[in-house]
């Protein structure tokens, strides 16, 4: 079974409002306006009310609704890039306070109810709901989904149950008796996380800190004060070097947030679970995932089934991959799943990938005003994977996922340079393309991989322009011709940059910039097996750090460890899938979910075709709202559309079609009833006033 079916308190709150599940529920508020009534009530909420079996009174319900609209305005008030809550966000902050509510009211009747609904409803697992149990909960949030701001309007929340509340035990179970938490702590996965929340945090008018840094005991005696650790900072025994702090320190009365705790599937991730589990016993968890079925189902098969029942226990809202796109929200994917690709093919794959982004990049720039109210962004071609070095100073990293990472890395510097220095190989291979013969099959239909994504640029350059497509390339991606440098920026952690040489001396800009953990063994490996000189860059800052700065000249990142440690970029049209570790698949679709967003018209955040504008979206739009996903490993390929497959989101196929060669000899086939039918008896008249709709989408099942 699903996590999908075993979300038995999120069916829960569904059916507080007449729904027996989220689509139902969805259909009824998603059209409403986000903009409040001029008395500050939500549109949502009057919505809501009118529910056909609503289980909560009205006035209640409009209670809830005022103090998230609180929440909303302390948002709006200290955040220039927060407008409204969108009716997704409402509804899980609608059920959160309804949750709260409740659990400061009358904990043990909670816990009754919710065992009762469990029982009829027919939940598989985990016995009765006991009311220390309902410290925890859990949101399935897919990235780019809000759930940062959710976190901070959760935290309010919880804030004000805990000083209002008639029974604030439910949230904090101290042997004192005393109504208040050890201390506020938000647990990540990685340093780049930690900073990027305690920027956010402060935003939104947050106090925040790393733990590490502030160690005293507490929470803010007037407003919340958050402290913020990595996962593996967390420890037993602390280790003496002032960057890891004892759990005993911290106690197990804590408000405890945790961002995509997953690490790996073993012991380690047991270990890690166990640790932010120990710092809530007596207190309160809410985790925060777009990868909890990834997660799961990596998990060893004699503990799957109970995080099935676990997680389906404490996930009180699910708007995962599968909700987001199908609202519309984020880019739109197209997976190139070749059934051929294979390592010694790489630099044709890369070819295929290269060709791909030119034709984004093409259309940017011939519509870049057009596409301006719909906050399209540069194309960027990103080439990742999930192995990751770590720098270690003067001592290299030799563990198989730092070689993995240095060798695959090494691979794609090899074709650029092939690419930029071998016209006569570029120009043989584009022709290639151009011809509808790339080598590659889709896995699918046996189509060729890059005919339909190749389709604008066919029509734009044809076999015998090959050439002239190769030097438009060169300039507009590569920003000249000339060999391969290769340069270490001294000022960049980990950087690399890519640029070609000029030969009228003048430097060229950039076109890529590397990011790696171990710099030191990666620089001696591509010296050493590429036969590449590494310049040394000592003046110029962070190539990285420029990425989204307007007019950026970079069109390529090579290396997942920025994307890892949580930098994501609205520019991201192109991924390139390098490598995936076993078990890591809650990495990679974070990683794919960084990839997919979209700011869209007024930062709708939604593709084009989902947005009322009131005018026509700019030709070709739509290759520009999507993201192409490819690889040169077969495997590795399949992994991925695996992923994609378990989201259960609706993706593109090819399906082959074949014509009927023999007409047939008595005219057109025409289906007719079978003897005796009556057709006028199963035949009704719809005159319901409210009108209807018909949805004529095809379906495969």
């Known amino acids: 079974m699903s996590l999908d079916q075993h979300l038995i ?176 702590l938000l647990i990540t996965p990685n340093a780049g996380l930690s900073e990027q929340h305690i920027r956010s945090l402060r935003a939104s008018g947050i106090e925040a800190t790393l733990l590490i840094e502030d160690r005293e005991s507490g929470t803010g005696r007037l407003w919340p004060r958050v402290k913020v650790v990595e996962i593996h900072k967390l420890a037993e025994n602390v280790s003496g070097d002032g960057v890891s702090v004892a759990l005993d320190e911290l106690g197990s009365a804590n408000l405890v947030f945790v961002d995509e ?53 404490c996930i009180l809202f699910d708007y995962s991959y599968r909700h987001f796109f199908g609202d519309g929200y984020g880019k739109s994917f197209e997976v190139l799943n070749a059934s051929n690709a294979s390592e010694d093919r790489a630099d044709e794959m890369l070819l295929g990938g290269l060709l791909v982004f030119y034709m984004q990049c093409r259309l940017f720039k011939g519509q870049q005003e057009a596409l301006r109210s719909f906050n399209i962004a540069n194309p960027l071609w990103i080439l990742l994977g999930t192995s990751v070095s770590k720098g270690q100073g003067q001592k290299a990293d030799t563990s198989i996922a730092a070689k993995s990472e240095r060798a695959d890395v090494a691979r794609v510097i090899a074709f650029f340079r092939r690419f930029a220095e071998d016209r006569e190989w570029a120009t043989n291979h584009i022709r290639k393309f151009l011809e509808g013969q790339s080598g590659f099959r ?67 800009p950039y076109f890529g910039v590397v990011n790696i953990g171990d710099a030191l063994s990666f620089r001696k490996h591509i010296e050493e097996h590429l036969n590449l000189t590494v310049h040394a860059e000592t003046q110029r800052d962070s190539l990285f750090s420029s990425l989204d700065a307007p007019g950026s000249r970079l069109n390529i990142l090579i290396g997942a460890k920025k994307f890892i440690e949580g930098w994501s970029s609205w520019r991201v049209s192109a991924m390139g899938l390098m490598n995936i570790g076993k078990g890591e698949g809650s990495q990679i679709m974070q990683l794919f979910g960084r990839g997919i967003r979209l700011k869209g018209w007024n930062m709708s955040l939604k593709r084009s075709d989902f947005v009322e504008t009131g005018e026509t979206p700019p030709d070709g739009i739509h290759l520009l709202e999507t993201l192409y996903v490819f690889g040169w490993n077969a495997h590795y390929m399949a992994q991925f559309q695996g992923m994609i497959d378990a989201e259960d989101i609706p993706v593109f196929r090819d399906l082959p079609l074949f014509p009927n060669e023999e007409w047939p000899k008595k005219g057109m086939l025409v289906p007719k009833p079978e003897a005796g039918t009556d057709l006028l008896a199963e035949t009704w008249v719809y005159d319901d006033d409210r009108g209807f709709e018909v949805d004529v989408t095809a379906r495969l099942t």
């Open 9 to 184: 308190l999120a069916r829960y709150f569904h059916s507080l409002f007449g729904a027996d599940g989220f689509e139902p529920l969805k259909d009824q508020i998603r059209t409403c306006s986000e903009e409040p009534d001029e008395e500050g009530v939500s549109q949502f909420c009057k919505r809501l009310i009118t529910c056909s079996g609503l289980r909560i009174a009205p006035e209640l319900l409009a209670a809830y609704d005022t103090r998230i609209m609180e929440c909303e305005d302390r948002l709006r008030t200290a955040r220039t890039d927060f407008r409204s809550f969108r009716y997704f966000q409402y509804l899980a902050l609608l059920y959160t306070e309804i949750y709260l509510d409740r659990l400061t009211s009358d904990p043990e009747g909670f816990a009754a109810e919710l065992t009762l609904f469990a029982s009829r409803h027919g939940a598989a697992g985990g016995g009765p709901f006991k009311k220390d149990e309902l410290r925890r909960l859990a949101f399935f949030m897919a990235t780019g989904s809000g759930k940062t701001l959710l976190l901070h309007a959760h935290l309010w929340q919880i804030w004000r149950y805990l000083k209002e509340g008639r029974r604030p035990e439910g949230l904090v179970c101290r042997r004192d008796g005393r109504a208040e938490f050890n201390d506020i």
């Open 442 to 508: 889709l896995r699918d239909s046996g189509a060729d991989l890059f005919a339909r994504p190749l389709e604008r640029l066919r029509k734009a350059f044809t076999p015998g322009n090959a050439d002239e497509l190769y030097g438009a390339l060169c300039r507009d991606v590569l920003h000249g011709s000339g060999g391969l440098e290769v340069w270490e920026l001294k000022k960049g952690e980990g950087e690399f940059g890519l640029r070609l040489s000029n030969i009228d001396g003048d430097e060229l």
């Open 261 to 313: 705790g997953h690490k790996g599937t073993g012991t380690e991730a047991r270990t890690f679970k166990t640790r932010q589990q120990r710092l809530s016993q007596d207190g309160f968890l809410v985790e925060y995932s777009a990868t909890f079925a990834q997660a799961i189902a990596a998990a060893p098969k004699n503990v799957r089934q109970n995080l099935l029942s676990e997680y389906g226990r």
